[in-house]
């Protein structure tokens, strides 16, 4: 099975005219989305906190995250975003794809819009 991709453009929230824009790998495994720190320091964002992330082999690393807004697809959601090492490939996280109600179509590699997001729990209101 291939790798999947797609074209993103970050924008900072405080200020949505700066924003970067680059290809990213779409990683279901990833909580959080990745961006080169440059990257999201040219337009404006600063780290807000530190986040303990559990890589896929098991060891943990601490990185700085901030916010901003990751648009794709013609959708625009506000997400977590790591900063990552300046030759990090830029990933899209899972929360990012379910926020804006986007699933991953394994077999075809590529990504499709549903119909609606997906909301449990809530009952109908008819």
């Known amino acids: 099975m291939g790798a999947t991709h797609v074209t993103a453009t970050i924008r900072n929230i405080t200020d949505r005219d ?3 824009e680059g290809l990213f790998l779409v990683d279901t495994g990833a909580t959080d ?3 080169p720190r440059p990257c999201l320091e040219a ?3 600063t780290p807000e906190r530190r986040r303990v992330y559990e890589l896929a082999d098991g060891r943990t690393i601490t990185v700085d995250i901030a916010f901003g807004l990751i648009e ?3 959708d625009v959601v506000a997400g ?3 900063f990552g090492d300046a030759d ?3 990933l899209l996280g899972v929360t990012a ?3 804006a109600g986007i699933e991953v179509d394994p077999v075809h590699q ?3 819009k549903l119909p609606a997001v997906r909301l449990k729990g809530m009952q109908s209101r008819g």
């Open 72 to 74: 794709f697809m013609g």
């Open 97 to 99: 794809l379910e926020s």
């Open 110 to 112: 590529r990504l499709k």
């Open 80 to 82: 977590t975003i790591i």
């Open 33 to 35: 989305s990745l961006v």
């Open 43 to 45: 337009i404006g964002l």
């Open 18 to 20: 700066r924003s970067w």
């Open 88 to 90: 990090a490939e830029p």
